[in-house]
């Protein structure tokens, strides 16, 4: 049974650097074909991906937001935190981690198992 | 860069109505990498679909995924009450690994 859940501060003030942990358990990320991504999503708005990391240490950021975002696993912990620095009220958002798995099977056929699992989220309000 | 352009924004239906959800990406995707959510208020996003036919765990069987090259579709056959929500679909870009995701459709009781 997969669970995730994320956790950090719900208030930030603008130019500081939001730290997000996301706890897991039920699945090791240090298993071949693993990973966890962090999607979110401003009040109203649309899911905006923001970063994954893969089991073997491979990490992928949103090309527009880079700069600011370094995402690290701790395995041992079973934990992902994210970074995300120069926080800007437009960043006000619910965050969330998700699991998912993507591999090449033995025949050679491609599998993403979609964002099978999600945390419930947590909401951080930029503000002075 | 790959945008997904779901349509329409909104969708109002009767329970008991079938709803055709579309989702277009600007160039073609694999189905390999194209998945489905249902998202309710407060609630995190749940996957429906991936490999853009496959229905995830415990999806029933009124949600179905087809679609192929630019064009998808997500079709609920038959609403329920539950079913009324947004829905997203996301592609999985390989090279490089990335997420897209499209704008959303709001499914809502007319």
């Known amino acids: 049974h997969i669970t995730l859940r994320e956790s950090g501060p719900t208030l930030v003030k603008p130019t500081q650097t939001l730290t997000l942990t996301c706890a897991f358990s039920?699945?090791?990320?240090?298993?071949?074909?693993?990973?966890v991504g962090w999607v979110r999503q401003p009040p109203g708005k649309a899911l905006d991906w923001l970063a994954l990391i893969h089991w073997d240490g491979d990490k992928w950021y949103s090309p527009s937001l880079k700069s600011r975002l370094s995402i690290t696993k701790d395995t041992s912990k079973n934990q992902v935190v994210l970074t995300m620095t120069n926080m800007d009220p437009l960043d006000t958002a619910t965050y969330y981690c998700?699991?998912?798995?993507?591999?090449?099977?033995?025949?050679?056929?491609?599998?993403?198992?979609?964002?099978?699992?999600w945390g419930q989220g947590t909401t951080v309000t930029v503000s002075s | 860069e790959i945008v997904l352009t779901q349509s329409p924004g909104t969708l109002s239906l009767s329970p008991g109505e079938r709803a055709t959800l579309s989702c277009r990406a600007s160039q073609s995707v694999s189905s390999s990498d194209l998945a489905w959510y249902q998202q309710k208020p407060g609630q995190a996003p749940r996957l429906l679909i991936y490999g853009a036919s496959s229905r995830a765990t415990g999806i029933p069987d009124r949600f179905s995924g087809s679609g192929s090259g630019t064009d998808f579709t997500l079709t609920i056959s038959r609403l329920e009450p539950e079913d009324f929500a947004v829905y997203y679909c996301?592609?999985?870009?390989?090279?490089?690994?990335?997420?897209?995701f499209g704008g959303g459709t709001k499914v809502e009781i007319k």
């Open positions: 998700a699991h998912f798995e993507d591999y090449y099977d033995s025949s050679g056929n491609y599998y993403y198992s979609g964002m099978d699992v």
């Open positions: 996301q592609q999985y870009g390989r090279s490089p690994p990335r997420l897209t």
């Open positions: 039920g699945f090791s990320l240090s298993t071949s074909g693993v990973g």
